[in-house]
T-cell receptor
Framework: AQKVTQAQTEISVVEKEDVTLDCVYETRDTTYYLFWYKQPPSGELVFLIRRNSFDEQNEISGRYSWNFQKSTSSFNFTITASQVVDSAVYFCALSDLTGANSKLTFGKGITLSVRP | DSGVTQTPKHLITATGQRVTLRCSPRSGDLSVYWYQQSLDQGLQFLIQYYNGEERAKGNILERFSAQQFPDLHSELNLSSLELGDSALYFC?????????????FGPGTRLLVL
């Protein structure tokens, strides 16, 4: 069955610190997709990144980077030099072929607080 | 701004009532998804439509129903409301509704059942 585990529930850092948000997933499929979404205090869900299971290259976008490791079924997200505006809940999600539908299975989310 | 719109933003109602939540997908997107976010269950998939047809069902209660209209907007109907239905309801859309497609989410409708 599909499952996404975000073991960290809350993280608090001081501005300019680096922070890594962990995501571990379970799936029986060899083809699957992983996502990260951000939910700021205003409540909307903002898409950050999509990665398919055949592309293990790490990705960097500005201060954000993602480390995908199939060997450990992890898709971790690092924010470098964190800023107060990064304070939000971050969700990791999985889409695979189980049930032949394209629903997203979300983790419980990690609440990140960045203090000035 | 994702391009997905949802109305209303907030809804307060009483137990036993019925409400309708509305969603307009991004321009060009044919598939619409509904998700429920609650404190105890987290973010859960409810139902998906593609071009007017139901494509997949998740943990949607029988008291809940949805449809997608010819202009591609979608409505989620919640009836016989209970206190436990209080949650944030999200609509998302994607182009084809295929596995692995990025889903873009609307701002959500916050429902409070008193």
């Amino acid at each position: 069955a599909q499952k996404v585990t975000q073991a960290q529930t809350e993280i608090s850092v001081v501005e300019k610190e680096d922070v890594t948000l962990d995501c571990v997933y379970e799936t029986r499929d060899t083809t699957y997709y992983l996502f990260w979404y951000k939910q700021p205090p205003s409540g909307e869900l903002v898409f950050l990144i999509r990665r398919n299971s055949f592309d293990e290259q790490n990705e960097i976008s500005g201060r954000y980077s993602w480390n995908f490791q199939k060997s450990t079924s992890s898709f971790n997200f690092t924010i470098t030099a964190s800023q107060v505006v990064d304070s939000a809940v971050y969700f990791c999600a999985l889409s695979d072929l189980t049930g032949a539908n394209s629903k997203l299975t979300f983790g419980k989310g990690i609440t990140l607080s960045v203090r000035p | 701004d994702s391009g997905v719109t949802q109305t209303p933003k907030h809804l307060i109602t009483a137990t036993g009532q019925r409400v309708t939540l509305r969603c307009s997908p991004r321009s060009g997107d044919l598939s619409v998804y509904w998700y429920q976010q609650s404190l105890d269950q987290g973010l859960q998939f409810l139902i998906q439509y593609y071009n007017g047809e139901e494509r997949a069902k998740g943990n949607i209660l029988e008291r809940f129903s949805a449809q997608q209209f010819p202009d591609l907007h979608s409505e989620l109907n919640l009836s016989s409301l209970e206190l436990g239905d209080s949650a944030l309801y999200f609509c998302a859309s994607s182009v084809w509704g295929g596995i692995g497609e990025t889903q873009y989410f609307g701002p959500g409708t916050r429902l409070l059942v008193l």
